[in-house]
């Protein structure tokens, strides 16, 4: 039986780049809100940080697109797409038109406040509860208020969509039309369920309402209670699926992600003017509460593939891409273009590349094997070989621990550090692994132990530059150590449905999706609880191996920890440890993954974007702050305007 996965900590969606996952399957991120405590207020309101002059006042009627949008390069998209945010197809960057409640402006969350405030104009966070304040000013694109009524309408419509926040919410609340209380179950960790709400896309009630049923907070909590969130159970999970609640949830599921209305009725700065396969056009909308400072009169976004978009920024056709990782020599061209052209890349804070190989395919299931790849494979010269050059735009692993470097350097101390194994290119070390698990070198191939030549592929989503030349790299390690790999691409429609059903020996992937409390990284990867799942699920019935794309486990050893089941001990970690005991967790899980390598990590990913200056101006500064701005739910020139950058020349 497969089961609607839920949108939160332990069930996370894992796939590509962190904008195709929240364009593509809607996924929700996660981060400690360091600032908003119990008992605090947070006010976020941002100056003119950017400087310089405001154009708020082009007249977009009277402005032409062709001379004055800002253009937007990015991936191409579904030739049907719907104007319904919980369509498996949305419009591309719908949030130039949608609003959040706030947005997540700082993944490495320096300052006092990580969120930059939308539609709420702030927020106080208790020990058991948040209280939203909205934006009195705010109104919807058919000029009629945005009140309270439509935020826990949209709050609503996400728990019908099985958005899992609501296992933590006991009730929800409005005691006036710009106040919304939420107060929560008293194991939830407040700071994490923040960001589900604040990334809870605000749709009108009187066009979503007709998706809440009667009843629906009994119908939510009656769902979740059955569930067991904290230790979820093949019989709890279908229990749920099953009940009343749930066959209420689905029937209004179905209808939800089916509905595809005539027009979209926005809270944002741009009304859509117009969607299809080829582009989608925004024009500014003079409405929208903070619309003096939204500079640009349209925005135009156009599918590109990686040479068409290094071509429309190096020749000033587009302001923007965000989705490509260019060669070293075009990095440099650009680069070499001054004010005109330009490229950045900043070690990401939310993933890391990692080979995954899988343990029903033979020899993958034995250790020695896995820590002997990891000593062969060369990371230091992979991720300068893959971008053809010496620029290092991907951070090689220097310690694999299955998190990336942002959170390991967060939560571990250098001493810490140092007691993990490095891993470093050891060929001897390697040699001695494998002899000693019974294989033998024969005319300088490997034998298995079970006497056959030690062979296997590496599947790589076909359309990806840089995997597909990470595959033939690593072949080539591999090769020369006497191990035979092929390299084949792979359909990338089918690409993680097959990988995710354990269909390939060897893949690659962006790995730990989780944001927040650091045990989420490794429950993206390890913790899911419905099926399809990278590693055994919560739900797995103690028979069979794991249909799946990892296959450790389901128990394991954690020091720190004892015998413990993987994906249900991740599962509450994230859900219900307290900030003050997640160095410890880190720690614990951090020697599980380094002594088992259920994963081979390669390097951390790089954010990746260029521009060009030939029309607009005033770009912000090359800082996580601003260049990670665009995958927590809003459109990313949007908050800049609003902090002063982008100018019009």
């Known amino acids: 039986m497969m089961w609607k996965v839920p949108d939160h900590l332990p069930v996370r969606a894992t796939g590509r780049r962190l904008r195709l996952l929240l364009v593509a399957l809607c996924s929700l991120l996660l981060i400690t809100a360091a600032a908003c405590t119990g008992g605090s207020s947070t006010n976020g309101g941002s100056g003119n940080s950017g400087g310089g002059s405001n154009n708020g006042n082009i007249n977009a009627d009277t402005a032409n697109p062709s001379t004055t949008a800002f253009r937007w390069g990015t991936r191409a998209w579904a030739s049907s797409i719907s104007y319904n945010p ?15 409640l706030a947005v997540v402006s700082d993944w490495d969350r320096p300052g006092d406040n990580p969120y930059y405030p939308e539609l709420a104009q702030s927020w106080d966070v208790g020990a058991h509860s948040i209280t939203f304040h909205l934006q009195p000013k705010a109104t919807w694109q058919d000029n009629t208020p945005l009140t309270s009524k439509d935020v826990v309408t949209s709050f609503r419509v996400a728990g019908i969509d099985y958005n899992s926040v609501w296992a933590a919410i006991t009730k929800i609340s409005a005691p006036d039309d710009h106040t919304v209380t939420v107060d929560l179950q008293s194991w939830a960790v407040p700071q994490n369920d923040l960001l589900h709400l604040l990334q809870i ?36 999970i279908a229990k749920a699926s099953g009940s009343a609640a749930g066959k209420v949830m689905t029937a209004n599921s179905g209808k939800l992600v089916k509905y595809n209305p005539k027009k979209l009725n926005g809270d944002g700065p741009y009304t859509l003017q117009s969607a299809n396969v080829s582009g989608v056009l925004y024009k500014k909308w003079n409405g929208f509460w903070d619309a003096a400072k939204i500079t640009a009169p349209y925005i135009q976004v156009t599918p590109m593939d ?21 060669t070293d020599p075009q990095v440099t061209t650009l680069n070499r273009q001054g004010s ?16 995954v190989v899988n343990f029903n395919h033979y020899p993958f299931n034995l250790l020695p094997v896995r ?14 070989r893959d971008a053809g050059g010496q620029i290092v735009q991907d951070p090689a692993e220097e310690t694999p621990d ?32 494998l002899q000693g698990a019974g294989f033998t070198l024969q005319k300088g191939k490997w034998m298995t132990p079970k006497g056959q030549p030690f062979s296997f592929t590496i599947s790589e989503q076909a359309g990806i530059p840089q995997f597909d030349e990470d595959g033939l790299i690593i072949a080539g390690y591999l090769k020369q150590f006497g191990i035979d790999v092929k390299v084949e691409d792979v359909d990338p429609a089918t690409y993680t449905t097959k990988q995710q059903a354990g269909d390939f020996a060897a893949s690659q992937t962006w790995m730990d999706w989780g944001q927040g409390a650091p045990m989420a990284d490794w429950a993206a990867s390890f913790g899911q609880a419905s099926t399809p799942a990278w590693n055994y699920p919560i739900s797995y019935s103690g028979k069979g191996p794991c249909n799946c794309a990892i296959g450790i486990g389901p128990e394991a050893d954690v020091p720190g920890l004892g015998h413990v089941n993987i994906a249900s001990e991740l599962n ?6 307290d900030p003050s005991t997640w160095s410890k967790y880190t720690w614990a899980w951090a020697q599980w993954f380094n002594q088992n390598l259920p994963f081979l990590p390669l390097y951390n990913n790089a954010f990746h974007e260029a521009s060009s200056q030939t029309r607009y101006t005033n770009f912000p ?21 609003q902090a002063g950058y982008l100018k019009l020349k």
């Open 86 to 100: 919980y369509s498996p197809t949305p419009v591309p960057e719908y949030n130039f038109s949608l609003l959040n």
């Open 201 to 236: 896309v605000i749709v009108p009630d009187k066009e979503y309402g007709q998706f809440v049923p009667s009843d629906v907070n009994r119908t939510l909590l009656a769902y979740w209670k059955d569930y067991n969130i904290l230790k979820p159970t093949t019989a709890s």
């Open 306 to 326: 990686t040479s068409t978009e290094y071509g429309a920024i190096s020749s000033g056709n587009i302001e923007f891409e965000s989705d490509n990782q260019f």
């Open 340 to 355: 005109n052209a330009h490229y950045t890349f900043l070690p990401s804070p939310v993933q890391q590349v990692g080979l």
């Open 371 to 384: 820590q002997a790849l990891e000593y062969v494979i060369d990371r230091h010269d992979l991720v300068k």
């Open 402 to 433: 299955g998190i990336n470097y942002s959170e390991a350097k967060q939560f571990l101390t250098a001493d810490q550090f140092a007691k993990l194994n490095h891993y470093p290119v050891d060929k001897a070390k390697a040699t001695t692994l």
């Open 572 to 577: 509450r970690e994230a859900n219900q440890a």
């Open 621 to 641: 500064p090359d800082s996580q702050k601003w260049l990670w701005t665009g995958l927590s739910g809003a459109a990313q020139p949007v908050e800049w305007m």
